[in-house]
């Protein structure tokens, strides 16, 4: 039976099975029935257990699940798996008869037995349902069924086709017997879970060894805005390894794509970035656009800083004191601190004169406008085009210079309040006293 | 002969105004340790008043539908010469007045003014203690803020757990299933209308009643003056004890605009039907007790819905509360002792509770 190739140690594993699987064959056929003859009575009344509601038998079970490595099959874990659920026996991947209680027959060569399948040989087997629209359409009419052919213009794909038996096939990253729906959040590749299965060979740096690329791809993800909102905020929207590279066809996105594959979410981001100067420019150095500002794995939540001329700043990585580019910068820098320093200005008055008890929601609603205008602006710089920028820029100058007179004109309305308030507990007071005198003068010398 | 003189007799004439003025002339109210207590029925009619005449200038502006509830508040507190401070009065004198009104029946319970012949003086005081609340719960709801429109969903839902007619009642009061633009405007016939009518003709039969009987003097004061009648003090009402009593009114006032202008009303967000419920959903605090109590009973009791107990065993208290007078008949003794101990045990049980609801939050 196929066991779950687990990365780097499952290769080794599996390069060892290969060979025990030649060598010593009639040894494993002799041990496995001694084991089942051994098993028989424990697995008597499971079997019977199994059988009560009239389920197909799966007699590979029977002796698998009481077996440790490298035979052992996790009987829970198959039960609950995608293939058990859909009624999917041992047998649909590594043949035989299942129904059979003679381990002869049952693992004999005429049930079309295969034994172990081949790492080479997985994704074809995967593929021989999977890639069946006819097939997969009996469970699932909307299913996907072209992941063989992505995933033969993957990376992967194509160096095993080589020959390369170290690269992922389909059980390294869905497991083998615990497939799960990649909507259930216990599976291998549900959004929150493919960073992690991609980390188990992307992150060994001695097993990533001998091709030759970085492995701190999950350590930097780890830091970035994308991974923040994903396993932080719980989004499953956000970005994972796959939402870039693809799952099947996975492969890095070319200096030319990767434009492409972040707009699929930041598309304002993109057209600002091609109705600007380094759309041509960058294309003409040969660097991925996106990437160079703001980096492909860590990437951290932008912000103002990075734009501009001074400490922190990115545009200084290629644009000096003097030239236009630099310039400009500086500019949309100033532009971008100057709204939002309006806006907490704003927001700091109308806080106060909230707190003062004077109603400010009308104003503190129209000051969201202006903070979209910041956000607005925030995604104008992408064009680096300065004017771009500041129509936004003033477009929310304009809105809090109103809010801010609303919060000058309401702590105003609070002073008089209270100034109000001081004159007529002052009037009170005199009443209290003269009517205090009155009661006094009438009852002096009369009693009640 | 001048004018003044020829108005009175042209009133005397037709309404008998010699007799009203001897009446006033004549009538005097009991001075004794505890004649501050006299105040507070006062104070709650003065208050009264200003939600009367604050509540006709916000129907000015206002306007009844889920479409301009708040945003007709709103322009009251932000447009309207003077309309933060009528609503913010409007706000704190309905709170002010239902906490005078409670204070005001405690203080006649534990002084047993009550007693024969005063019962129907405490039955109207007990049902305009009821519309008061009645106007607030109603009136919680008009701005149509978030705060109020989910505290409003739940005061319904509770109201609606009653036995029989609890589905009956929750349609009732909310105009339909759920709590809507319906419920709005019903709230608001019920708030400026149905209540006041009935709380003025209420109002009316008490005041009548308060100076037919004249101002109650306790037991214990009373067996004191019998045992030295030198002691017996009284002071006229007109002017003397009109004079205090619009003493305390100013003092009302005066605290009345201090709230108002340090801490007016919030208005908060507007209600949306379709948002889920934000945390903290509560009602006003006079009826905090009661929701919290609803809370700690468990959701069965043997073969009953714990919820249902609790709203009848709330119902029975407030029907045996109101019906005391017929208890207490004049007995003495242990009667007397039982009676008083559970007015202080209802008394403790409500400011823990509501204390307890605030900082359990």
């Known amino acids: ?448 | 002969m001048g004018v003044l003189h020829r108005v009175k007799n042209w009133l005397d004439e037709r309404f008998g105004w010699h007799e009203i003025r001897a009446f006033i002339e004549h009538k005097t109210v009991p001075v004794h340790r505890y004649s501050y207590w006299y105040f507070l029925g006062g104070m709650t009619l003065f208050l009264f008043i200003i939600q009367v005449i604050t509540g006709i200038l916000l129907l000015l502006y206002y306007r009844p539908s889920t479409s301009e509830a708040y945003e007709s508040v709103q322009y009251i507190m932000t447009q309207v010469p003077f309309g933060w401070l009528v609503r913010s009065i409007h706000s704190w004198s309905a709170n002010l007045m239902i906490f005078t009104a409670v204070v005001h029946m405690f203080s006649v319970f534990f002084l047993k003014s009550y007693r024969k012949p005063r019962e129907l003086t405490w039955l109207s005081g007990m049902l305009l203690l009821f519309i008061v609340l009645g106007f607030g719960f109603s009136g919680y709801l008009l701005p149509w803020n978030t705060l109020s429109f989910f505290a409003t969903k739940v005061g319904t839902d509770i109201a609606g757990q009653m036995p029989v007619v609890g589905k009956w009642i929750l349609v009732f009061l909310r105009g339909g299933e759920d709590v809507s633009g319906a419920t709005l405007t019903r709230f608001f016939g019920f708030h400026v209308a149905v209540l006041p009518g009935i709380a003025t003709t209420l109002i009316a039969l008490h005041v009548l009643l308060v100076q037919r009987f004249g101002m109650s003097v306790p037991p214990s004061i009373e067996a004191e003056w019998e045992a030295r009648p030198t002691e017996r003090r009284e002071i006229r009402f007109f002017p003397n004890f009109l004079l205090r009593e619009l003493m305390a009114w100013y003092v009302a006032l005066a605290i009345l605009g201090g709230l108002a202008a340090l801490k007016p009303w919030e208005l908060g967000m507007k209600a949306d039907a379709f948002a889920a419920a934000p945390p903290g959903i509560r009602p006003e605090w006079y009826f905090m007790f009661m929701f919290e109590t609803l809370k700690f009973i468990p959701a069965k009791i043997a073969w009953f819905e714990g919820e249902l107990l609790g709203i009848l065993g709330f119902g029975a208290a407030f029907l045996a509360w109101t019906l005391v007078p017929f208890f207490d008949g004049g007995r003495r003794g242990r009667a007397q002792k039982l009676i008083t101990g559970a007015g202080v045990f209802a008394l403790a049980y409500i400011v823990v509770m509501t204390v307890y609801a605030y900082i359990a939050k």
């Open chain 1, 1 to 448: 039976m196929l066991r779950r190739a687990d990365g780097p140690s499952g290769r080794n594993r599996n390069e060892r099975r290969a060979r025990w699987s030649t060598r010593n064959k009639l040894w494993v056929s002799l041990l496995a029935s001694c084991a089942f003859l051994l098993a028989a009575p424990v697995v008597w009344g499971q079997t019977q257990g199994s059988n009560r509601e009239g389920a197909a038998p799966n007699t590979c079970l029977d002796c698998h699940s009481q077996q440790g490595p490298p035979f052992g099959i996790n009987a829970d874990e198959f039960s609950s798996s995608v293939h058990a659920q859909k009624g999917l026996l041992c047998t649909s991947c590594h043949g035989g008869d299942s129904s059979s209680d003679d381990m002869t027959q049952a693992m004999g060569t005429a049930a079309g037995f295969k034994g172990h399948i081949d790492r080479a040989q997985i994704p074809a087997l995967c593929g021989k349902c999977h890639s069946d629209a006819a097939y997969m359409r009996g469970f699932n009419p909307s299913v996907r069924t072209d992941q063989l052919s992505q995933y033969k213009t993957s990376v992967h794909g194509q160096r095993l086709a080589k020959g390369d038996t170290h690269v992922a096939v389909c059980t390294d990253c869905h497991t083998a017997h615990d497939i799960r729906p990649p909507n259930d959040p216990v599976s291998s590749v549900y959004p929150t879970n493919v960073a992690k299965t991609c980390a188990r060979c992307h992150a060994n740096a001695d097993y990533m060894k001998e091709y030759k690329i970085p492995t701190n791809q999950y350590a930097l993800y780890a830091t970035s805005v994308h991974y923040d909102q994903l396993m932080v905020q719980g989004d499953v929207s956000a970005p994972t390894c796959s939402t870039c590279h693809g799952s099947h066809g996975a492969a890095p996105p070319g200096v030319a794509s990767v434009e492409n594959v972040c707009s699929t979410c930041h598309v304002v981001q993109q057209q600002t970035f091609d109705s600007g100067p380094h759309k041509g420019a960058f294309a003409a150095m040969n660097v991925a656009a996106c990437i160079v500002c703001h980096t492909n794995h860590g990437i951290q939540k932008p912000t103002d800083t990075m734009m501009g001329t001074g400490k922190g700043a990115i545009c200084v990585t290629c644009h000096s004191d003097g030239d236009p580019g630099y310039t400009a910068a500086a500019k949309m820098h100033a532009d971008l601190v100057k709204l939002d320093d309006e806006i907490g200005r704003s927001d700091e008055i109308l806080s106060r004169a909230e707190a003062a008890g004077v109603e400010v929601g009308e104003a503190q609603l129209t000051l969201k406008d202006a903070q979209d205008d910041l956000t607005k602006a925030r995604v104008a710089i992408h064009s680096v085009r300065p004017d771009v920028v500041d129509q936004d820029v003033q477009a929310g100058l304009k809105v809090t210079q109103s809010t801010y007179q609303a919060g000058l004109a309401a702590m105003a309305e609070s002073k008089y309040r209270r100034t109000g308030l001081a004159v007529s507990l002052i009037a009170i007071v005199f009443v209290l006293i003269a009517l205090a005198l009155l009661i006094r003068k009438m009852e002096a010398g009369r009693g009640a």
